[in-house]
């Protein structure tokens, strides 16, 4: 090292306390500074190279305990120096590189704006994108390449040369699998980078593809370091190009969809003049004038050609622009002519450019030279494959060269004249046919309006005799019913009541399955979906069937899923009717062993809409039986309309339509009825239905209880009750019932009599048939609502009444202003629920245990000592009530005072109900006697 400075650099530390001239006495500066010592440190930048020298330079020695202390204060101001040198270069940096993105920003911003990019014109655009970019980073040379539509070749668009100031648009290309860079580029997603030599290529992308790139070269240096500014701003120059081919790719879009609309909008133009008329003659100028017009043709002609005739075609029908000499009524001839038998045979439009260069001279291509046509334009029609006709567009003004969409447009225009074509030639035969068809259709229509008027004369005797038949059997068990709760009936009287309620029950629903079955044909059945205690159903038919199956000397079981929701929503009407019918077939037919029903829950999911959330349960039912089973021959047509198997005809019961109506039944709610079965070893019944599990439940609860008499506070209301009803059997049942336990009750015989009560009299409820003379309840209920509007009666209730088989619509009668629905007959029980639904009444109920003992012959013998200890403990006042109600032989009040003292003293309450029951008043006087 020849000077103390460059020992700093190679050493990065340079020390001589003494002497430093002598050490380097060929340094001028040193000796002319007289310096004695020298004390020098490099200084660094962020990466650890050197970019300076701290040194000191004293005429006299250092002290060697002055050493330590500068060699720390020249590092700590070396430290300092080196990151000011570093902050000076950043902000140089810092600001070279704004100003370039300012250049840059500007630059693109201009580009942005660019007219020819904007509307997809690749030429100018890439031309002011190369220059842009050649001027803006000072390089020799910027090209655009494009891929090919194979991807193997990338094809040059445009290159631009600074030097020289030129842009060159010949035809280059290069195959990819010889440029390694340009492949390279394709690959990455980044910009390809090269220094040596110098270059930066970027690829150029359309909806997320590579298409080419964007190639800049530095021509007149042979290296070049770029600035990461420099790759941003090809980057975004590369996006302008994706830019300008978007809006290529949407010009040609558009372009393509004017020629679709136009194709789509004649032929609409064409097909609907052919679906409009069946004259030929329109549909075929119709055709020629549209195509002429919208070809701007000179002339357009529609032939037909019958290849079993004259090798001749007519012209049926010309479009001839003004300049022109029109041609109908000639013949293009066929026979010899290659081109029209090129047309003929082929499927593809055919076409001739310039009829004067034509080479071979046919009779026809003669007759266009004369009449000067320049270029032809033809395309069969045909039908199912075969040739009727041909359209031929004439150009007379010059030479046309067809484009590809006009000649799918024509393909496409002579796909439907080839059917009118057929059209026209299948017209006459049409006609003929359609006259023979003519009589026989009318025969037709005179047959089925007669089936009409025999199908309805079937739906309205149903009708009449569904309300013939249920409105005495209505009376008939209405008043057994009545009858049976008299308590001064004798047990043999009841026992004939049952036998009269049973056989009535029996027969209505021999009648119901008959009705049910033409309701179901005649599609007039429907779902009248409701929310019903399931379990206390199911207890229902297990009662029911529990004697006639201990009877035989059979089990029967019913075995239910845990999981059984308590509430369910279905037709609980029509799920009685299935198992009501499977369950009497399985007994009917089981004479040893057992017969078994069995519910589980199949699946359960919750169904959401716009507003709840409800739980759908799908149940399974099985009815298992240990009988005779059914022969494999008979259970195809087990679910038939009146069809018995061989045991059903051998046990001389029933009418055949049982399964059937379940079958029906179990499809309406969802499911399917099957069966398995086998000859002497029983059978089995599944199905399954769907239904909800209710949200809330309103239930009387009334079950079987048997209704005595209203409770006290209810009885203070002096409930009123209107009955409206043609038939007076049925008022008399219906008051009978409703008086015995203390309602207020009235009577009409029509509509008009029912609204003259209301507005007198003002009953709570009012139960409406809707079928009556003179005013029938859908003309009477909307009258008395209006009545009780203006009388302000927000609280009056309506229940609708009939008796007829077809189910009424329950929404018309809502519609009309009624708030439920009680079909005829019903049971007494089924009349109080609806009452205690609307009016919201408590009954006094007869004990389960007196109601059993009420069915005994004898009872069990109790002390007078220990009913004279119970009464000790009752108030006299009810005593004397009791013995005054007692001697005056009131039933009711008798009824109702024993309720009262039924929760405190249950014994006593069962013995005197007994009494009552069996009318022994004299006991009843004995014991509330004061003596």
């Known amino acids: 090292a020849g000077t103390p400075c460059e020992e700093v650099v190679l050493r990065e530390i340079s020390r001589y306390p003494a002497n430093v001239t002598e050490v380097f006495p060929h340094h001028t500066k040193l000796q002319e500074l007289g310096a004695e010592s020298y004390f020098g440190v490099a200084i660094f930048d962020q990466q650890e190279k050197v970019v300076g020298i701290l040194g000191i330079i004293d005429t006299s020695p250092l002290k060697p305990e002055e050493v330590e202390n500068q060699s720390l204060i020249l590092n700590i101001f070396a430290a300092r120096a080196g990151i000011e040198l570093e902050r000076k270069k950043t902000q140089t940096q810092l600001s070279k590189q704004a100003d370039q ?293 004439h150009q007379c003004d010059y030479a046309r060269k067809w484009t590809e969409a006009e000649i799918e447009l024509l393909e496409s225009v002579a796909i439907q004249v080839g059917i009118a074509i057929a059209q026209s030639q299948l017209l006459e035969k049409e006609k003929k046919q359609r006259e023979e068809l003519s009589s026989k259709n009318h025969a037709l229509i005179q047959a089925t309006e007669e089936a009409e008027i025999a199908n309805r004369a079937k739906s309205e005797f149903l009708a009449k005799m569904s309300h013939e038949l249920r409105t005495p059997l209505n009376a008939i068990l209405g008043f057994s019913q009545l009858m049976s709760r008299d308590s001064n009936t004798t047990p043999q009287q009841k026992e004939t009541l049952d036998i009269i309620n049973r056989s009535g029950e029996h027969l209505l629903q021999l009648i119901n399955g008959v009705l049910d079955m033409s309701k179901i044909e005649a599609g007039k059945i429907e779902l009248n979906c409701e929310d019903f205690n399931l379990h206390r159903c199911l207890t229902s038919l297990r009662d029911m069937f529990s004697l006639k199956a201990e009877s035989k000397g059979i089990e029967l079981k019913f075995q239910l899923d845990n999981q059984l929701p308590r509430y369910f929503t279905t037709d609980q009407s029509k799920l009685r009717q299935i198992l009501i019918n499977l369950l009497s077939n399985a007994i009917k037919f089981t004479h040893s062993g057992y017969v078994a029903l069995r519910v589980l829950v199949s699946s359960k999911q919750l169904v959401t809409d716009d507003v709840n959330t409800e739980e759908l349960i799908n149940l399974h039912f099985e009815i298992e039986d240990t009988g005779v089973g059914i022969a494999p021959e008979e259970i195809d047509s087990l679910f038939d309309l009146f069809v018995q198997t061989e045991s059903g005809r051998k046990s001389e019961e029933g009418t055949g339509l049982g399964l059937p109506i379940s079958r029906k039944f179990v499809q309406m709610m969802g499911g399917d009825l099957k069966v398995t079965s086998q000859v002497a070893q029983g059978s089995q019944f599944t199905f399954n239905i769907q239904g909800y599990v209710p949200k809330h439940i309103f239930t009387t609860d009334i079950g079987e209880k048997r209704v005595i008499g209203l409770a006290d506070a209810v009885r203070s209301t002096n409930y009123r009750i209107l009955i409206v009803d043609d038939r007076p059997e049925s008022r008399l049942l219906m008051t009978k019932l409703l008086s015995s336990i203390g309602f207020v009750t009235n009577q009409a015989s029509n509509g008009l009599e029912a609204i003259e009560i209301y507005q007198s009299w003002q009953p709570h409820l009012i139960f409406m048939d809707m079928h009556m003379p003179i005013m029938n309840g859908y003309e009477a209920t909307p009258e008395i609502r209006l009545k009780a509007k203006m009388a302000e009666d927000n609280s009056l209730k309506i229940i609708a009444c009939t008796a007829s088989a077809f189910e009424e619509n329950r929404a018309r009668v809502l519609d009309v202003g009624c708030d439920d629905f009680l079909r005829k007959p019903y049971k007494e029980n089924m009349l109080f629920e609806k009452i205690a639904e609307h009016l919201n009444v408590e009954y006094i109920y007869e004990s389960v245990e007196v109601q059993a003992a009420s069915k005994e012959k004898g009872y069990i013998t109790v002390s007078d000592e220990q009913i004279k200890a119970e009464i000790e403990q009752l108030p006299i006042d009810w005593l004397e009530k009791m013995h005054q109600a007692a001697i005056c032989l009131d039933l009711a009040q008798s009824n109702q005072l024993i309720a009262e003292i039924r929760p405190n003293h249950t014994f006593l309450a069962e013995r005197f109900q007994h009494y009552l029951d069996f009318l022994q008043f004299e006991q009843l006087i004995k014991y509330t006697s004061k003596t």
């Open 101 to 393: 993105l300012r250049q840059h920003n500007s630059v693109l911003t201009s580009l942005a704006k660019n007219q020819a990019l904007h509307q997809g014109n690749l030429k100018e655009a890439f031309q002011d994108i190369t220059e842009v970019i050649a001027n803006t980073l000072k390089v020799e040379q910027v090209s655009v390449w494009l891929l090919n539509q194979e991807k193997t070749q990338l094809e040059r668009q445009n290159m631009y040369q600074r030097s020289n100031n030129t842009h060159t648009q010949l035809y280059a290309a290069i195959e990819l699998e010889t440029a390694p860079t340009y492949q390279k580029t394709l690959d990455a997603q980044e910009v390809i980078a090269l220094e040596n030599p110098a270059s930066l290529n970027v690829a150029i992308q359309l909806q997320g593809e590579k298409v080419g790139l964007l190639s800049v070269q530095e021509a007149s240096i042979s290296s070049r370091v770029w600035e990461l500014e420099e790759e941003m701003f090809i980057r975004s120059t590369a996006d302008l190009i994706s830019l300008a081919l978007q809006a290529q790719e949407r010009n040609e879009t558009q372009i393509t969809l004017t020629r679709q609309i136009r194709r789509i909008v004649l032929l609409e133009q064409i097909t609907q003049q052919i679906r409009q008329s069946l004259n030929p003659k329109i549909i075929f100028q119709t055709t020629v004038d549209q195509l002429g017009a919208n070809f701007a043709a000179s002339r357009c002609h529609l032939v037909s050609y019958v290849s079993k005739l004259a090798p001749i075609a007519p012209i049926l029908a010309e479009y001839c622009a003004p300049a022109y000499e029109p041609l109908l009524g000639t013949t293009i001839p066929v026979k010899d002519d290659y081109f029209i038998q090129a047309v003929l045979s082929a499927d593809k439009a055919v076409s001739l450019i310039e009829i004067e260069e034509e080479k071979e001279l046919t009779a026809q291509t003669n007759f266009w030279r004369e009449i000067a046509l320049q270029s032809v334009l033809a395309v069969r029609s045909s039908y199912q494959g075969k040739a009727n006709g041909m359209i031929i567009l």
